[in-house]
């Protein structure tokens, strides 16, 4: 039985794509279109900007390609490329306002609803508003720390945690008015 070294083969396929080989380039497109993807419209409510999105944050992973280290997960320097376009393009179509907030609740809301669908779940965080959504996203799904949303997003540390904080509790009202409806008692 033969091994294959995966990372091995990774390792040749970014080469190749490096020397614009388009076959290589468009099987790393082809491995991870479909995950970032899904990255892109956490961010993004509409699938054809996401869409579009993506597309140009891969045009940019194609271009930096020779400067990826081979340090850490491929899939992590592509979805970070992702997110900070994702975040780029959200801030030149409108200003996003972070509210000043220094005060926070740290509450714990990881009991979300078994009976939600993750549309149901992408539709709720879809409506929060876009700070609060970028610090959420940013926080629940691509695992920041507060310092690091800060930094990303040109605001404090605890505006970030305030914006996480609100956009929880937005979510839970919005989670607990969903199962009202559900169960007919709104």
């Known amino acids: 039985m033969k091994v294959i070294n995966l990372h091995q083969q990774e390792k040749e396929l970014i080469a190749l794509a490096v020397d614009n080989n388009r076959q290589a380039q468009h099987k790393i497109y082809s491995l991870f279109a479909p995950k970032m993807l899904s990255v892109c419209r956490q961010y993004l409510k509409d699938v054809h900007q996401a869409e579009d999105i993506m597309i140009t944050a891969f045009m940019k992973v194609f271009t930096s390609l020779k400067t990826f280290e081979h340090k850490g997960s491929f ?5 970070r490329i992702m997110v900070n376009e994702c975040i780029s393009y959200i801030r030149v179509q409108k ?3 972070f509210t000043e907030d220094e005060c926070f609740f740290e509450e714990r809301y990881n009991n979300i609803e078994s009976q939600l669908s993750v549309d149901d779940i992408q539709f709720l965080i879809d409506n929060l508003p876009d700070g609060y959504r ?3 996203n940013l ?3 691509e695992g920041y720390k507060h310092n690091e ?4 997003l040109g605001i404090s540390e605890g505006t970030s945690k305030s914006q996480l904080s609100h956009a929880r509790r937005m979510l839970q009202e919005q989670i607990n ?3 009202n409806y559900q169960n007919g008692t709104e």
């Open 75 to 79: 899939e992590g320097w592509i979805r």
């Open 95 to 97: 200003p996003v306002k």
């Open 134 to 136: 970028m610090v959420f």
């Open 139 to 141: 926080y629940a799904i």
């Open 149 to 152: 949303i800060g930094k990303m």
């Open 177 to 179: 008015k969903l199962k």
